[in-house]
């Protein structure tokens, strides 16, 4: 049996203030924006090339932590995301990969292994998120 993730639920306070966001900044697209009330409302966006959304709305509490973003190229998007004005963390990568221990260096891991470079980016609701490099 296959299992997938095919939807993330972000809990945020202002639901029109995460759209723009994860639209205008982060660059995801925007699928729906269902709003049949004032009490009700769900708007999905999905990341580039992503097969997993991300669900925002209404009454949902509390923070997500540390979800993963896969990218190619992890210098382009460093550049991209601050470019639309996300603040993001200095690219770093693990300080040694075949017996990693926790460590990090500053920049792209000088090998652009697999799953060795990260960033990380918080959205205004403080829910965060992990970019990787998978060439």
């Known amino acids: 049996m296959d299992y997938g993730i095919e939807v993330i639920t972000l809990p945020v306070a202002d639901v029109d203030r995460a759209l723009e966001f994860y639209v205008e900044r982060v660059g995801f697209t925007l699928d729906v924006d ?23 709305g209404q009454g949902i509490t509390g923070a997500v932590r540390d979800t993963y973003l896969v990218v190619s190229d992890i210098q382009a998007v460093h550049q991209e995301l601050s470019d639309r004005g996300v603040p993001v963390s200095p690219i770093r990568h693990k300080s040694t990969v075949d017996e990693w221990q926790g460590g990090f260096a500053p920049g792209v891991d000088p090998q652009r292994r697999n799953y060795a470079s990260f960033l990380d980016f918080a959205d205004p609701d403080g829910n965060t998120w992990i970019v990787q490099e998978r060439r």
């Open 34 to 56: 269902y709003r049949p009330s004032d009490e009700f409302r769900v708007v999905q966006l999905t990341p580039p090339g992503s097969a997993c959304s991300v669900h925002l």
